[in-house]
Every structure is written in C-alpha cells, then in structure tokens.
C-alpha cells in the first residue's frame, strides 16, 4: 500500500488499564481511507476495548488516536496537545459509525424514525431529504417494507440491519462493527455478514471489524489484527494470517476454527 496515503485513523502508543490491569500495552494501528481491517483474537485480548476507544466511549490511559487528521480526546494548540473539550468530541465522533452486539435502537420509535433521528438532529437535515435516504438505506439492507415497524416487531438479524442504516446514514469515515452478530441466533448471522459485505464491497468507507466470524474475516478484510494478552502479535492480509500464520499463538487459535 502506498506509504504516503494518510491513514483515517491512526492510534499511537495507546494502553489502557482498568484500575491495576492493563489490557492493551502501547498498540499502534493506522487504518488508511476504505480499508477494512478485522480485529481477532481470544475472549479478553483486548478486541473490544481497542474498537470502544475508537467509538469514544473508552478513554486512553495514555496515546493518541487521531481519527482523520483530528484527534479524539486532545487537540492541538500551537503545535501542542491540550485536552478537548466535548465539542471537539462531538465533531470528531461524527466521522464515526457505530454498530454495537445490542443493536441499541430506539424501542419507542418506528424503524423509520431510528434511522432519520440523527440526520435531522445532528445533521439538520429536513425531514423530507432524511427520510429519502432513509429509505435508500433500508432498501440496501433489504428492509424498505419495515419502516413503519417497531424494533420489537423485528427479528435480531432485522434489527442489526437497521442498526447497520441508521449508522450508515451518517457518512462516516469510519465505521466500527464490534461483535455484531455474537448476540444472534445461527441462522440470523448470514442475512448481517452479507449486508456488511455488500457495503465493504462498494469500497470507500473504512472499517473496522471486531469479530469472531473467521470466514467473514478472511473474505471481508484487507488486512488482520490478531491480538493477544492486549498485544497486536500479528498483522497481514487475510491469507497470510490464516494460511501462514507465523506465531505459535496465532497457529493455535486459527487451529481451533478448523
Ligand atoms: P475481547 O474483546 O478480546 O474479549 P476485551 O477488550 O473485552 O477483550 O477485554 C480485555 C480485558 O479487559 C479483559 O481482561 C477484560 O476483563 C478487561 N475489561 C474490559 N472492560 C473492562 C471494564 N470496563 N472494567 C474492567 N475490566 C475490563
């Protein structure tokens, strides 16, 4: 990949600890503009609090994570770090999509009003121009005939996919699937991995995959983040991480998927 192509989000020494426990120990990771990049790894590697720090809602114990060109919990003054205010947050948290395990809709609003909620609060979108787009979304995850459903009139793969539009409506640069069918029944994990590879294949938005779908991974990714005790032990494209593992630790967990 060319060097010189800025990368969309870029952490630097980032650890983080709950109280005595440190779980990632000074993790650098760029992802450059339409990369898909999967992260996996044992239960407790760190996975999930690596994509929580991207989604802001982990701070670092210390580094930087600049997510394009701007930083998440500091900006720069005169060539300096100063700690951000929420409003220096709140800008940069819009580059980011989020797709949680829990989908997290709105139980009290229709599908449609899920997904046309922040476009017209956060964006100031007219209603009208939201809901278009809303519609445009909803028919790309194969939902158009939902919209005036609730949540709880939908099945989980259902409702994913919302979760999947609402998220898309905002453009991000990047958007961070964390574990996103681990909550489903088997049979509703293929209709979500399929939504979210349609979208990876029309390229140009970043993403950052959590998952414990190594086929999905595998087809999906550019590259692969295999993490261990809070370490990114190995990184590559998908065939060199699951054909050719190099560490012990990698060819062990990928020998446990076969
Ligand atoms: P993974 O996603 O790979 O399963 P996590 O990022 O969820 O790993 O967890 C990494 C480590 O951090 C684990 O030891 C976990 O118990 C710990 N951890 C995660 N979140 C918290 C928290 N809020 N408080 C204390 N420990 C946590």
Known sequence: MNEAVKSVVEYREISKSFGDLEVLHSIDLDIRPGEKVAIIGPSGSGKTTLGRLLMTLEEPTSGTIKVDGEYL??????????????????????????????FNLFPHMTIMRNVTEAPIRVLGKSKKEAEQEAMAMLEKVGLSDKADNYPSQLSGGQKQRVAIARALVMHPKVMVFDEVTSALDPELVGEVLEVIKDIAREGDMAMLLITHEMDFAYEVADKVIFTDGGYIVEQGPPQQIFENPESDRLQSFISRFR
């Open 73 to 102: 919990w500091h900006k720069e003054v005169g060539g300096k770090l100063v700690r951000a205010d929420e409003k220096h947050l709140h800008k940069v948290r819009g580059s980011i999509g989020m797709v949680f395990q829990h």
